[in-house]
Nanobody
Framework: QVQVVESGGGLVQAGGSLRLSCAAS????????MGWYRQAPGKQRELVAG???????NYADSVKGRFTISRDNAKNTAYLQMNSLKPEDTAVYYC????????????WGQGTQVTVSS
C-alpha cells in the first residue's frame, strides 16, 4: 500500500501564491507519475499538472505560465507552485501517484482545499 498526503492549501487573495506538497510513503516500487488534479463544486475532477519519473511535465491550458510542478524523487514528493491565483482556481486539489513496475496502481490523497478570494 502507498499513502499519499497533500498539504499547503488555504485561503489566498487573487494574485497571490500557494505551494502544495504531495508526499508518498509505504510500499513504493517506482513512482512513474505524480499529478495534481482539482475538483470544484459541481464540476468534474480535472488534471492540473503532471510530472513523469523522468521529469517531463504537462499542464492544463488554464494554468500554463502560472503553475509549476516539480518533484523530489529522493523524498517521493511532488510540489505545485501556484502563482497569480484566480478565483476560478478555487477547488479541492488532489494528488495522484502511479506506483509500480510491471504493473501499476493509482493512489490518491485526501485532498487539500484551495480558496482564492476576489
Amino acid at each position: 500500500q502507498v499513502q499519499v498526503v497533500e498539504s499547503g492549501g488555504g485561503l489566498v487573495q487573487a494574485g497571490g501564491s500557494l505551494r502544495l506538497s504531495c508526499a508518498a510513503s509505504g510500499t513504493i516500487l517506482r513512482i512513474n507519475f505524480m499529478g495534481w488534479y482539482r475538483q470544484a463544486p459541481g464540476k468534474q475532477r480535472e488534471l492540473v499538472a503532471g510530472i513523469s519519473s523522468g521529469g517531463s511535465t504537462n499542464y492544463a491550458d488554464s494554468v500554463k505560465g502560472r503553475f509549476t510542478i516539480s518533484r523530489d524523487n529522493a523524498k517521493n514528493t511532488a510540489y505545485l507552485q501556484m502563482n497569480s491565483l484566480k478565483p476560478e482556481d478555487t477547488a479541492v486539489y488532489y494528488c495522484k501517484v502511479v506506483n509500480g513496475m510491471a504493473w501499476t496502481r493509482d493512489y490518491w490523497g485526501q485532498g487539500t482545499q484551495v480558496t482564492v478570494s476576489s
